[in-house]
């Protein structure tokens, strides 16, 4: 897709493509009217800016739909397909390092109500187990403000690999 053809396209069109970004309402409205857009830089601004302001409420809202690190995200949604292409690394997960993680999902689930969150693209199994143990340390008010940002960099992250040339994508 190219950035001319989402400045163009109509809103409900548009927004639909904002929330593969990140299921959060008011901030896929804010990018929809936002437009258009003079550069995938200016709309990552833009976006990265609507972000700033997320709490508890657009955490929650994001992570309605989104699967546990290390489940295989199920459907032919763009959703589950980006969530799949993002956790790939959890498909080489030793059986131990993959037991853990699901060990550690229940413990989150279990202390903070929501799934555990974290931009996994880049990062290994073992980095995101141990970024697991390390938050599930943390308070609450802590670990939204972590999960929040998280979910920004997923955000920006998915920004990007939607306007990148086929071959970078």
Known sequence: MLLDQFNSAPGDE??????????VPAWVDSLVSGRPYASV???VDAASTAAATWGRAELDAALAQHPRIGSSPTGASAEAAASRREQASMAGA???????????????EARFGRVFLIRAAG??????????????AQDDEAE??????????????????????????
């Open 94 to 108: 030793s059986d131990e390092v993959a037991s853990r993680m699901a060990e550690g999902n229940a413990a989150y």
């Open 41 to 43: 830089d200016a709309l």
């Open 144 to 169: 939204v403000a972590e999960a929040c940002a998280q979910l920004a960099e997923i955000a920006v992250l998915r920004i990007r690999q939607q306007f990148a040339p086929a071959e970078e994508a």
């Open 123 to 136: 990062r290994s199994a073992e980095e995101m187990l141990a970024e697991l143990d390390r938050r599930l």
């Open 14 to 23: 548009a927004a639909a493509i904002a929330k593969v970004w990140a299921d």
